[in-house]
C-alpha cells in the first residue's frame, strides 16, 4: 500500500472558508425549480406555500447558505415584472434556451424570498443585462429592497410584501460572453459600469455587485475586464467551469456508464480548476493590488450526455461515486484558495446536471454529492489551516494526476477537521497524520460508477469510518481507493 503524510501547521491559520463556497444554484431549467422545488400549493406532493417539504429539508440538511436564481441562461432572458402579482394573470413565455417549454411565471420574486426564508439561506440574484434595460434592472432592485415611498415599494406593497427583503448578492448579466449577449469584454465592461450605477443601496441594504467573470481559461476576458473596472464598481467576478469527461462539449460522456480511462480524464479535468483559480488571480493581482474584488465560481460541477429518454433541454443526469470524487476534489480547491474565492454554486441544485437531490414525482433521492456537501459541513466559516503533504500519484493508460486532494480547517471551537479525497480506482493509501484522529467518517463504492436510484436501498451514504489509529500524539488513517474521507482531530 502506498503512504504518505499530512503535515499539519496548526498555528497558521491562512484564511476564512466562507460558508459561501458551499453555495447552490437554481435556473428555470428542466425539472429544477418546477417540479424540483416548486410543485404549487394545490400539489399532492407534500408542500409549504408550494416549496416541496422533502427538498427543503434535505437542503437544510446541508445548511445551504446561499442560493443562486433564476439562471444561468435563462436570467439574461427573464423579466421579472412577468413573475409577480395574481399568478392566473402572469405572463406565459416560452424558455427558449431550455427544452422550449412553457414558463407561467408561478416562481417569481416572491417566490424566490419564501424559498430563501424556507431554507435559511441568503439571495442571489442574477440580473439580466442581456435583454433587459437599466430602468428595468434598477426597478428590480428598488422593488426588492426599498422601504420607503415609491412606485416600486407602493408594487411590492400591494403584492403583499410590506417590508423590503434584505438582498445582498446581485450579479449583472450572466456569460455575457455566450448566452448573456455575446458580447466582448470592452463592451461588456462599459455596460456593467453603466447597469450597476443604478442598482442602488436602499437604507441599510448594502449590494454585493457580481461582475459577469471568465468562460474557463479565457484569461484575456479577465484581463480586459479589470482594466475597465474597478473595486468601487464590483465586489467580485465570477467564474465558470464545468467538468466534461472528455473535454469535448459535443460528446460529453455518459454519467453512468465510463471506462477507468474516462474517469480519470474527469478528474484531470476537475482538478484544472485549481490552475484556474491560481492563473485568474494572477491577473486580478495585477489589475486590483490590494485584492478588494473577490472570485466567485458560481457554476461548477460534472456536465454528461443527458440520461437517455429525457428532454435534452433539461440537462437531467444520474450522479455516481464520480461525482463525489468530483464534488471533494472541487471543494478542497475551493477551501484552499479561500482568500480569493468567497462563494461557489455547484450547478445545480436539483434535477439537472451535477444535482445533490433528484425527484422522480413525489420520489427523492439524496446523490453522493449530497453526502459530500454534508460531509464538508464543519468547514462552512472555519479557518483554513496551513496543511503539507507529498501527494501520490494515480496512473491510467498515460494519465498521471495526484491520487489525493486534501484540506484542513480550524472551527471557532478549536477542533481541527480534515477532508481528503482518494481519485485513485485501485490503490488505498495510508496517511499519517501529525495529530491524533478523534472520529472518522467517509462515503466510498465498490465502482464509482455506482450511484443511488429510486425505490432502491441507497448504495452511496455517509458513513462512520474506523480506519485508523493512534499513537503518541499521532494518527494512521487508511484511505480506501475511491473514496472521500474526512477525520476531527484533537
Ligand atoms: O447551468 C446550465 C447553464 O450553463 C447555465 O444556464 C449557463 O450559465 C451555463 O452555460
Redo the contacts with the bound molecule.
Keep these: 500500500m502506498k503512504s504518505t503524510k499530512l503535515k499539519i501547521d496548526r498555528n497558521q491559520k491562512l484564511s476564512k472558508i466562507s460558508r459561501n463556497i458551499y453555495g447552490h ?1 437554481a ?1 428555470h ?1 428542466g425539472r429544477c425549480i418546477y417540479g424540483g422545488i416548486y410543485v404549487g400549493e394545490d400539489s399532492d406532493i407534500p408542500n409549504v406555500n408550494g416549496m416541496r417539504k422533502d427538498v427543503v429539508q434535505a437542503l437544510r440538511e446541508i445548511k445551504i447558505p446561499v442560493l443562486r436564481w433564476p ?4 436570467a439574461d432572458e427573464y423579466h421579472w415584472k412577468d413573475g409577480i402579482g395574481k399568478k392566473s394573470q402572469r405572463k406565459k413565455m416560452i424558455n427558449t ?1 431550455w427544452g422550449g417549454v412553457v414558463e407561467d411565471n408561478s416562481f417569481g420574486t416572491h417566490e424566490f424570498f419564501e424559498l430563501c426564508r424556507q431554507l435559511d439561506c441568503e439571495p442571489y440574484i442574477a440580473g439580466n443585462l442581456g435583454s433587459g434595460t437599466v430602468q428595468e434592472m434598477s426597478e428590480w432592485v428598488e422593488y426588492m429592497t426599498f422601504g420607503g415611498v415609491s412606485p416600486m415599494a407602493e408594487l411590492r406593497k400591494r403584492n403583499g410584501q410590506e417590508e423590503p427583503w434584505k438582498l445582498k448578492y446581485f450579479g449583472i448579466g ?2 455575457s460572453w ?2 448573456g449577449g455575446n458580447m466582448r469584454p470592452e463592451y461588456y465592461a462599459d455596460e456593467y459600469r453603466r447597469y450597476q450605477t443604478y442598482c442602488r443601496n436602499y437604507g441599510d441594504n448594502r449590494l454585493y455587485k457580481v461582475a459577469c467573470g471568465p468562460n474557463a481559461d479565457d484569461y484575456g476576458w479577465t484581463d480586459k475586464l479589470l482594466e475597465i473596472l474597478k473595486p468601487w464598481h464590483t465586489d467580485a467576478i465570477s467564474l ?1 467551469y464545468y467538468t466534461i469527461p472528455t473535454g469535448d462539449w459535443g460528446v460529453k460522456g455518459k454519467a453512468t456508464e465510463f471506462t477507468d480511462e474516462e474517469y480519470y480524464r474527469t478528474i484531470l479535468h476537475t482538478l484544472r480548476m485549481d490552475e484556474l483559480i491560481t492563473k485568474h488571480g494572477e491577473i486580478m493581482d495585477k489589475r486590483d493590488p490590494e485584492g478588494k474584488i473577490k472570485l466567485i465560481v458560481d ?1 461548477w460541477g460534472c456536465w454528461f450526455d443527458v440520461e437517455e429518454g429525457t428532454n435534452p433541454g433539461f ?1 437531467y443526469q444520474q450522479n455516481t461515486m464520480r461525482d463525489a470524487i468530483v464534488a471533494a476534489c472541487n471543494l478542497n480547491i475551493f477551501n484552499n484558495h479561500s482568500d480569493r474565492v468567497t462563494m461557489a454554486n455547484i ?2 441544485a436539483v434535477n ?2 451535477q444535482s445533490p437531490i433528484l425527484t422522480d414525482g413525489a420520489d427523492m433521492i439524496k446523490t453522493p454529492t449530497f453526502y459530500v456537501f454534508k460531509m464538508f459541513c464543519p468547514h462552512h466559516d472555519a479557518e483554513l489551516v496551513k496543511a503539507q503533504m507529498d501527494i501520490p500519484e494515480a496512473r491510467c493508460n498515460g494519465i498521471n494526476l495526484p491520487a489525493l486532494t486534501y484540506s484542513v480547517s480550524e472551527s471557532k471551537d478549536g477542533s481541527l477537521f480534515a477532508t481528503v479525497s482518494n481519485c485513485s480506482l485501485d490503490e488505498d493509501i495510508q496517511l499519517e497524520v501529525n495529530a491524533e484522529i478523534t472520529s472518522a467518517q467517509i462515503i466510498t463504492a465498490e465502482k464509482a460508477s455506482v450511484f443511488n436510484d429510486f425505490g432502491k436501498p441507497e448504495n452511496v451514504a455517509l458513513k462512520d469510518y474506523s480506519g485508523f489509529s493512534v499513537s503518541n500524539g499521532g494518527s494512521v488513517i487508511t484511505l480506501p481507493k475511491c473514496s472521500v474521507v474526512s477525520f476531527d482531530l484533537k
Design positions: 444554484f435556473e431549467l439562471g444561468g441562461c435563462f434556451h450572466n456569460e455566450g448566452c465558470h457554476e440537462l450547478a445545480q439537472v446536471l
